[in-house]
């Protein structure tokens, strides 16, 4: 899970995860701060405060990308995936979440060969240094689209290229996961984000929004897919950069996830 969704405290964090269950974290922010703005000395100590309780840092949670298009914002954006691969290679992980970034409406065409080579640019990167971006389809930034991602990943999918898929972030766009994303996303697929959503945009516990949570979990367990499920709740508070849930409601999408897989037919 995302576990600065249950407090600024790592102390907290930790022991929340611990007492629910929970594998490991994919590291966002703490103290506060986002991972980006962590010094090296934190983010040791936070290995070794994951170490010790025997939690698994699963991926870098960065904002890279989250920007509208423009030249001046790209070269921003490589910078911080620069500190992102540094974070993640301090930490002992490989994997850090990316996105597109938004284009202006009406240019999404005009543009696209642009923000092709910028994610090209990015996806080098990483197989230089050996590390794995996850795109997300959040919001209304360009990826969010499954007609643009899908031709994202035709052109730039590889190992070191994957996917990370968000139930809730299609909802207030009209997508549907069986509709609209698989079976075609499946090959690029490394994890998922575990928040629900109605149709009006209100994030939800999973199973109680429109995210087809438990239809998509079976479809993907009747594939053989064994990827991670990463409880990103948003429960408390939504934002662009982030969200906020406590540590009781927390609890409460992890119990709600817990009950989706299991109808779903997993454990």
Request: charge should be negative; aromatic fraction near 8%; proline fraction near 5%.
């Amino acid at each position: 899970g995302f576990a600065d969704e249950i407090s600024l405290d790592l102390a907290v964090q930790i022991a929340t995860l611990k007492r629910l269950g929970v594998a490991g974290l994919d590291l966002r922010g703490v103290d506060g701060k986002n991972v980006l703005d962590l010094s090296k000395e934190r983010l040791l100590e936070v290995k070794s405060a994951c170490e010790v309780e025997g939690l698994h840092i699963a991926c870098i949670g960065s904002p890279v990308n989250k920007v509208d298009f423009s030249d001046g914002n790209r070269r921003g954006e490589m910078a911080k995936l620069e500190k992102s691969i540094a974070a993640a290679k301090t930490v002992g992980v490989q994997k850090i979440r990316v996105f597109t970034p938004h284009l202006p409406e009406g240019q999404e065409e005009s543009l696209w060969p642009e923000t092709v080579a910028w994610m090209r640019e990015m996806a080098d990167l990483a197989k230089a240094e050996g590390v794995i971006l996850l795109h997300e389809n959040d919001a209304k930034f360009i990826g969010a689209y499954p007609k643009y991602a899908r031709r994202l990943f035709e052109e730039l999918g590889a190992p070191h290229f994957r996917a990370v898929y968000d139930f809730a972030n299609g909802v207030p766009l009209g997508f549907r996961p069986l509709n609209d994303w698989f079976p075609w996303l499946l090959p690029h697929l490394d994890s998922v984000h575990i928040k629900d959503a109605t149709p009006d945009g209100k994030v939800m516990p999973a199973g109680e929004g429109a995210g087809d949570i438990r239809a998509t979990l079976e479809y993907l367990m009747g594939e053989g897919w064994s990827g991670t499920l990463s409880l990103e709740p948003h429960l408390q508070a939504a934002g662009k950069m982030g969200g906020f849930s406590g540590p009781e409601l927390f609890e409460v999408a992890v119990n709600a996830l817990r009950k989706v897989v299991s109808e779903a037919g997993g454990e």
